[in-house]
């Protein structure tokens, strides 16, 4: 069975290399591309896919805005007693890993973090495949049901739009960093950047550097400030505050020369260079 896919994402680049990976994949069939939320709504519409890749982050209506806008598309439908059009399995696709987490959490297909991985795209297909081929044995026509399926986008935007205080404890003014034998209790605007190697977190002062008892990046930027603090790179956190400046490199890519001691230079993931961008209108 040959899945009919769309993508949709404002990055030209992005599209390429999600088109060029599904191309190498006998039974998907890319019907089209989209590079906004609105396209994305009326292509959908328009094609009834079998699968969306579809990005988080866009300008305008984003990725969730674009399911919500689905849901209340049928739910219109059903006040005024029409069918309820189907919806298409989605494959999320982000530079955040905050957004993955919580698109798989409530079992959304599956998600993809950018730039993306031709193991981890054949890991989703596979997912989907199960899925269609299962709803297909059950006599569903290759589609989830729509009870569930909305069920699941339903808990999703749940989640994303319950407020912060619920979802998370908040941020300490101070982070424990360990310097040799001592804990030291650091403010937060102090750190200059954190970066994780073979499993140690490294956290870097103008006046020191230490270790924190973090597991994973990940757990680390759950106790920082949101607005002070960016996933640069999957390897390294900054305080956008002390970039000291922003280095063009090789084939459009970007480093930062933080304000610490050794004016470090920290790479900027082809992913966040549209963040970077954002964050200081390049």
């Known amino acids: 069975m040959t899945i009919s896919t769309l993508i949709i994402d404002d990055e030209q680049l992005a599209r390429d290399e999600l088109q060029y990976l599904l191309d190498s994949v006998g039974?998907?069939?890319?019907?089209?591309?989209?590079?906004?939320?609105?396209e994305a709504v009326n292509l959908i519409e328009e094609h009834q896919p079998d699968l969306?890749?579809?990005?988080?982050?866009?300008?305008?209506?984003?990725?969730f805005a674009v399911i919500q806008r689905l849901m209340d598309r049928n739910q219109s439908n059903r006040q005024a007693g029409k069918e309820a059009e189907p919806l298409p399995q989605i494959v999320f696709a982000t530079a955040y890993d905050q957004y993955a987490v919580r698109a798989?959490?409530?079992?959304?297909?599956?998600?993809?973090?950018?730039?993306?991985?031709?193991?981890?795209?054949?890991?989703?297909?596979?997912?989907?495949?199960?899925?269609?081929?299962?709803?297909?044995q059950d006599g569903?026509?290759?589609?989830?049901?729509e009870s569930q399926i909305e069920s699941q986008f339903g808990a999703l935007l749940r989640l994303l739009n319950r407020p912060?205080?619920?979802?998370?404890?908040?941020?300490?003014?101070?982070l424990i960093v360990?310097?040799?034998?001592?804990l030291l209790l650091v403010d937060q605007a102090d750190i200059c950047?954190?970066?994780?190697?073979?499993?140690?977190?490294?956290?870097?002062?103008?006046?020191?550097?230490?270790?924190?008892?973090?597991?994973?990046?990940?757990?680390?930027?759950?106790?920082?400030?949101?607005?002070?603090?960016?996933?640069?790179?999957?390897?390294?956190?900054?305080?956008?505050?002390?970039?000291r400046e922003v280095v063009p490199w090789f084939k459009s890519s970007y480093q930062l020369r933080m304000n610490d001691k050794r004016q470090t230079e920290i790479p900027v993931s082809r992913a966040q260079t549209k963040r970077l961008r954002e964050l200081f209108n390049l």
Not at 114 to 128: G, I, N, S
Not at 140 to 145: C, D, E, N, R, Y
Not at 198 to 227: N, Y
Request: net charge neutral; aromatic share 6%; proline share 5%.
């Open 27 to 38: 039974d998907v069939e890319v019907i089209a591309q989209g590079t906004n939320g609105i």
């Open 52 to 63: 969306v890749f579809l990005d988080v982050q866009m300008p305008g209506l984003d990725g």
């Open 104 to 136: 798989f959490d409530v079992n959304a297909v599956d998600y993809l973090l950018k730039p993306f991985d031709r193991t981890r795209v054949l890991q989703a297909l596979e997912r989907v495949r199960g899925r269609l081929a299962g709803n297909a």
């Open 140 to 145: 569903l026509g290759g589609t989830l049901p």
């Open 164 to 174: 912060q205080g619920a979802s998370r404890t908040p941020q300490p003014a101070k």
């Open 178 to 182: 360990q310097a040799q034998s001592r």
């Open 193 to 243: 950047y954190a970066a994780i190697d073979e499993g140690v977190i490294r956290v870097v002062t103008q006046t020191f550097e230490g270790h924190s008892k973090c597991r994973t990046l990940d757990e680390l930027l759950d106790l920082l400030e949101p607005a002070m603090f960016w996933r640069a790179h999957r390897g390294f956190v900054v305080n956008i505050n002390h970039i």
